[in-house]
């Protein structure tokens, strides 16, 4: 079981941009395709985007890939998604997980972690 802890989030005016971070523990995040998802209140948890272990091939959903750029740092275990142009139907809870294919959405491995809030403001 990999532990992660997903950060970044906040308070942020349409428009604006946030940084998220996933940070994970153990060898099999970094050998691992991660992706990012969030879960707005009321609505089912989505995927947002994902990137391969080594190659870093990234794949994105129809509704963020012109407004998000996922990111990874193997060394330091940590996998990044920036955010632009916010929009207050994003705000939601964002999380992080291993996926077994970057390009298959309800692939994630591992059960949730805590994730973290954002909110965005018209």
């Known amino acids: 079981q990999v532990h992660v802890v997903e950060s970044g989030g906040g308070l942020v005016q349409a428009g604006g941009s946030l940084r998220l971070s996933c940070t994970a523990s153990?060898?099999?995040?970094?050998?691992?395709?991660v992706g990012w998802f969030r879960q707005a209140p009321g609505k089912q948890r989505e995927f947002v985007a994902a990137?391969?272990?080594?190659?870093?091939?990234?794949f994105y959903s129809d509704s963020m890939r012109d407004r998000c750029t996922i990111s990874r740092d193997n060394d330091q275990n940590t996998i990044d998604l920036q955010l632009h142009h916010l929009k207050p139907e994003d705000t939601a809870v964002y999380y992080c997980?291993?996926?077994?294919?970057?390009?298959?959405?309800?692939?994630?491995?591992?059960?949730w972690g805590q994730g973290t809030q954002v909110t965005v403001s018209s």
């Open positions: 153990g060898r099999a995040f970094s050998s691992s395709s």
């Open positions: 997980n291993k996926m077994r294919s970057i390009y298959v959405s309800d692939s994630y491995l591992d059960e």
């Open positions: 990137i391969t272990a080594i190659k870093k091939n990234t």
